[in-house]
T-cell receptor, first 114, second 113 residues
Framework: GQQVMQIPQYQHVQEGEDFTTYCNSS?????IQWYKQRPGGHPVFLIQ?????EVKKQKRLTFQFGEAKKNSSLHITATQTTDVGTYFC??????????????FGKGTKLTVNP | ETGVTQSPTHLIKTRGQQVTLRCSSQ?????VSWYQQALGQGPQFIFQ???????GRGNFPPRFSGLQFPNYSSELNVNALELDDSALYLC????????????FGPGTRLTVT
């Protein structure tokens, strides 16, 4: 079925190294959203991308939406221990009943060694 | 601005029982979505409520049902609980019946024994 795939599943970096997680959809998305979930916490909305080829930055975080609106990436420059958590992408996909459902990837769990 | 709240925080139920989880949306938001998150997985969309009606549904059986009230708060009801229903149940609020910018509550941890 239609799904959103995310790689890698896990990423361990040394503090100061860069980190990238990739998201791919089997179908064109109207938008892609990124969330961060700290251990024991709940997902927190980071950003939404809507336009083909869109790039948005939040301090050390850079988000991209592919030209075909089927893939996206999140890049963190010079990771810090505060970046630890699981990063999820999510996109609205048509369900069988004709309405949309928000489908999350399985997430990339980032650990940072100080 | 009041954030999304959920109750209870934790719950233990026995297989076959029924459970009701509650959610109050963030002030200014009129749409509530419910998600199930199993350990190590991403949230799975159960359904969304907008204007007190179900506005979209994921791949969950009919024993998962919900309500939205005029003040935009919501309930998730699960009947005939199964062991696999053990998970973190997350409520998220947003605006306008769209699947944009979900603001999540802290979740209810349900354990079915």
């Amino acid at each position: 079925g239609q799904q959103v795939m995310q790689i890698p599943q896990y990423q361990h970096v040394q503090e100061g190294e860069d980190f990238t997680t990739y998201c791919n959809s089997s179908t064109t998305l109207s938008n892609i959203q990124w969330y961060k979930q700290r251990p024991g916490g709940h997902p927190v909305f980071l950003i939404q991308l809507v336009k083909s080829g869109e790039v948005k930055k939040q301090k050390r975080l850079t988000f991209q939406f592919g030209e075909a609106k089927k893939n996206s990436s999140l890049h963190i420059t010079a990771t810090q221990t505060t970046d630890v958590g699981t990063y999820f992408c999510a996109g609205p996909i048509l369900s069988q009943g004709g309405s949309e459902k928000l489908v999350f990837g399985k997430g990339t769990k980032l650990t940072v060694n100080p | 601005e009041t954030g999304v709240t959920q109750s209870p925080t934790h719950l233990i139920k026995t297989r076959g029982q029924q459970v009701t989880l509650r959610c109050s949306s963030q002030s200014g938001h009129n749409t509530v979505s419910w998600y199930q998150q199993a350990l190590g997985q991403g949230p799975q969309f159960i359904f969304q409520y907008y204007r007190e009606e179900e506005n979209g549904r994921g791949n969950f059986p009919p024993r998962f049902s919900g309500l939205q009230f005029p003040n935009y708060s919501s309930e998730l009801n699960v009947n005939a609980l199964e062991l696999d229903d053990s998970a973190l149940y997350l409520c998220a609020s947003s605006f306008g019946g769209q699947l944009y910018e979900q603001y999540f509550g802290p979740g209810t941890r349900l354990t079915v024994t």
